[in-house]
């Protein structure tokens, strides 16, 4: 039965790699999580107790080795851009820079523009007792694009009848904390098998939220001066609320577990708090020197900015699909994730996303964890973190680079958990 339940989870993870069409959320629920951060994200078949919620509520009906689990404090940071690496930075940073130069930094950034990831989750107060979770946190999350062609011209200036469309600059974050109710059901439970289901509602409370609707500039030179002309419109609200759902299946088998969860597959928040829209435009006709010298500013410039009030509006986050199997024992411990989302948003790519983590307990109390995860927004990512476990309580602690070793981003996350 052990190796049917292998090539079980082996076809579901190939079988859904192919047949969901999607995106991927990398960052949202769960990079707080040292552990799971530090073994690449395959946590999915792993997470017990009051970590469940975060990946697959199921869980929480699966055997562990501790009924009571407290979390006292969670931090996790993910910074990353789609452009340059840190040993780049250190070799531009206040050099003048050569036409080779300039050309190299732009062959590194996609046409899509420069890109900048952020994610930050704190978790704090969490409480599971036996099949049931109580957890709350706060996150942020949201990604800001610069386009390439603003990149082109502040490096080398207009170039002498180009005309620059500058209109794949924009953004999208929030901020906002969730409140979740989570309970795992046992539907098979003896000492060769178990399989449960589970639930989660969680009640969500949203603080802030900014979107660019509109980022359009366009800007000709030719003999008769400067043309250029552009219009920015942000939507902005402080305050809304609502609900998200998730569910999930999970079975446990002797060492193995598997584990498939669908995160927020039912949510929305409505904004309804200072809801704005900042309206800006701009134009100049036939600028140059002279008539700057000549003339006053305000003359050759015509702008106008407005707020103005906007109807309530509501948002979802990313319903996402995660799909874990692990093998655990007292030495040994490694994991295999696959996750897919629905909706274009912040943390969100058309890939899905493959992780692969391992744990050693060479010395008990002190377990070394790395992981390795591909696809998805961030690509290549290496990670790694150990713990101080004493059983009735741990600190774990890890460490990622999405983007790979060159460093294009950084990641992190601590907690600190009790057990009973």
Same mark, same amino acid.
């Given at each position: 039965?052990?190796?049917?339940?292998?090539?079980?989870?082996?076809?579901? +993870?190939?079988?859904?790699?192919?047949?969901?069409?999607?995106?991927? +959320?990398? !960052?949202?629920?769960?990079?707080?999580?040292?552990?799971?951060?530090?073994?690449?994200?395959?946590? &999915?078949?792993?997470?017990?107790?009051?970590?469940?919620?975060?990946?697959?509520?199921?869980?929480?009906?699966?055997?562990? %080795?501790?009924?009571?689990?407290?979390?006292?404090?969670?931090? !996790?940071?993910?910074?990353?851009?789609?452009?340059?690496?840190?040993?780049?930075?250190?070799?531009? *940073?206040?050099?003048?820079?050569?036409?080779?130069?300039?050309?190299?930094?732009?062959?590194?950034?996609?046409?899509?523009?420069?890109?900048?990831?952020?994610? &930050?989750?704190?978790?704090?107060?969490?409480?599971?007792?036996?099949?049931?979770?109580?957890?709350?946190?706060?996150?942020?999350?949201?990604?800001?694009?610069?386009?390439?062609?603003?990149?082109?011209?502040?490096?080398?200036? *207009?170039?002498?009848?180009?005309?620059?469309?500058?209109?794949?600059?924009?953004?999208?974050?929030?901020?906002?904390?969730?409140?979740?109710?989570?309970?795992?059901?046992?539907?098979?439970? *003896?000492?060769?098998?178990?399989?449960?289901?589970? !639930?989660?509602?969680?009640?969500?409370?949203?603080?802030?939220?900014?979107?660019?609707?509109?980022?359009?500039?366009?800007?000709?030179? *030719?003999?008769?001066? /400067?043309?250029?002309?552009?219009? +920015?419109? $942000?939507?902005?609200?402080?305050?809304?609320?609502?609900?998200?759902?998730?569910?999930?299946?999970?079975?446990?088998?002797?060492?193995?577990?598997?584990?498939?969860?669908?995160?927020?597959?039912?949510?929305? $928040?409505?904004?309804?708090?200072? &809801?704005?829209?900042?309206?800006?435009?701009?134009?100049?006709?036939?600028?140059?020197?002279?008539? /700057?010298?000549?003339?006053?500013?305000?003359?050759?410039? $015509?702008?106008? %900015?407005?707020?103005?009030? $906007?109807?309530?509006?509501?948002?979802?986050?990313?319903?996402?699909?995660?799909?874990?199997?692990?093998?655990?024992?007292?030495?040994?411990?490694?994991?295999?994730?696959?996750?897919?989302?629905?909706?274009?948003?912040?943390?969100?790519?058309?890939?899905?996303?493959?992780?692969?983590?391992?744990?050693?307990?060479?010395?008990?109390?002190?377990?070394?964890?790395? !992981?390795?995860?591909?696809?998805?927004?961030?690509?290549? &990512?290496?990670?790694?973190?150990?713990?101080?476990?004493?059983?009735?309580?741990?600190?774990?602690?890890?460490?990622?680079?999405?983007?790979?070793?060159?460093?294009?981003?950084?990641?992190?996350?601590?907690?600190?958990?009790?057990?009973?």
């Amino acid at each position: 039965m052990t190796k049917t339940f292998l090539k079980l989870a082996l076809a579901a +993870v190939f079988g859904l790699s192919s047949s969901l069409p999607g995106k991927l +959320v990398y !960052g949202q629920s769960g990079i707080s999580n040292a552990r799971s951060v530090a073994m690449g994200g395959a946590y &999915t078949a792993l997470a017990r107790g009051v970590e469940s919620p975060s990946w697959n509520p199921a869980n929480l009906a699966l055997s562990g %080795e501790n009924k009571y689990h407290f979390n006292l404090v969670s931090l !996790g940071f993910d910074l990353s851009n789609n452009s340059f690496n840190k040993s780049q930075y250190d070799l531009y *940073n206040g050099k003048y820079l050569t036409s080779e130069d300039k050309r190299s930094i732009l062959a590194n950034m996609p046409a899509e523009g420069l890109r900048f990831d952020l994610a &930050t989750e704190v978790q704090a107060l969490g409480l599971a007792f036996g099949p049931l979770a109580l957890n709350a946190s706060g996150f942020t999350v949201s990604d800001w694009t610069l386009s390439k062609e603003i990149v082109d011209l502040v490096l080398n200036g *207009n170039e002498f009848n180009r005309v620059y469309n500058i209109g794949d600059t924009g953004g999208e974050g929030w901020a906002a904390s969730s409140f979740g109710v989570s309970l795992g059901l046992a539907i098979i439970k *003896n000492a060769d098998f178990e399989f449960a289901v589970g !639930g989660s509602v969680k009640y969500l409370r949203g603080f802030a939220y900014a979107k660019v609707k509109e980022a359009t500039t366009t800007m000709s030179s *030719n003999f008769d001066g /400067i043309q250029t002309q552009g219009r +920015v419109v $942000i939507d902005r609200a402080f305050g809304g609320s609502g609900f998200a759902i998730d569910a999930g299946v999970a079975a446990r088998k002797g060492n193995w577990s598997l584990s498939l969860g669908l995160s927020n597959f039912s949510n929305y $928040i409505t904004w309804n708090q200072e &809801t704005k829209s900042f309206i800006y435009e701009f134009s100049a006709d036939s600028v140059s020197v002279e008539r /700057i010298a000549d003339s006053d500013i305000d003359s050759i410039f $015509i702008d106008s %900015e407005e707020t103005v009030a $906007i109807e309530p509006f509501t948002t979802k986050l990313p319903a996402e699909l995660r799909f874990g199997f692990a093998r655990a024992t007292k030495r040994f411990t490694f994991g295999v994730d696959f996750r897919k989302a629905f909706k274009q948003a912040p943390g969100v790519s058309t890939k899905p996303r493959f992780a692969l983590g391992t744990e050693f307990r060479l010395i008990h109390f002190l377990p070394l964890r790395s !992981g390795v995860s591909f696809g998805g927004k961030q690509g290549f &990512t290496p990670s790694a973190g150990f713990a101080f476990d004493f059983s009735l309580f741990s600190w774990d602690f890890a460490v990622a680079s999405p983007g790979g070793f060159s460093g294009k981003g950084l990641a992190f996350a601590y907690n600190w958990m009790f057990r009973f």
